[in-house]
């Protein structure tokens, strides 16, 4: 194969409903230099992320995953489908538990929502439980009957329920086993909103209650891609585990005090890939 090397630029938590994205930084656009946009998810409500993608960068190819905010208001499963369609008229890869390859480099996307697990299997009930209770996912994003799946019947439609993200994310997972015992970790990215590692939790969340419903430990699929890009956490994050590098560029919530939430967002953040064993000269931070 033909070493091909490739600038990534890392977006998430763009949180558009709350305020503008200005596509130029330091004197020239975000977007100067990349080969290809990576948004991983939060960008806005529904489908309208996706027209933002395609009018600000229109001439880049674009990789996209559904983060928790774009469900609200909508349809559990109806929004996929939306997502999918809308996606495919504006040339956008949308990916849920799909493929796509450029340049010899395997993109793999999900949104991967979580186990509830990262306290252990003892604490798994009451994750589940304060997220239910205290997170707006779950009352904020609707669940139709063909949402729920025939062993789940015992479930009703309403609002949704972590049962229903927890059986997505085991989903996922699955998919993704499946998906990276293909190919080269070298030439593998992997995209999902939530976090794939427990040093994705940020300190001041170490130990939160809420915490195993933002980040999982997937230790065991760390070192079979060569990057991992998420988002949901709000936080910067750059590290390295068996090889694979883990990355998040979060802006975070805008308030008109304070302006954006994630100070270390950097909104032009290129990530260099390349499909042959040396790669990512960017540092850690």
Known sequence: MEDTTMKLLILSDLHLDMAPMDLEWEGQRIDQGADLIILAGDIDEGTRGLHWARQSFPDKPIVYVCGNHEFYEHSWGGLLAEMRDTAAKLGIDFLENQTVEYGGIRFLGCSLWTDFLLDGAERQPGAMQAAQSWLNDYRWIQVQQEDIPTDMRWLTPGTLDAELTL????????????????????????????????????????????SPAFVSDLECLMGKSCQWVHGHVHASMDYQVQGTRVVCNPRGYSHSIGGIENKRFRPNLLVDISNSPSTNDLPNH
């Open 167 to 210: 059986r997505r994310h085991q989903a996922s997972v699955a998919w993704l086993e499946q998906e990276l015992s293909k190919g080269s970790p070298e030439s593998t990215v992997v995209v999902t909103h939530h976090g794939p590692h427990r040093n994705s939790v940020p300190g001041q969340f170490l130990g939160d209650p809420l």
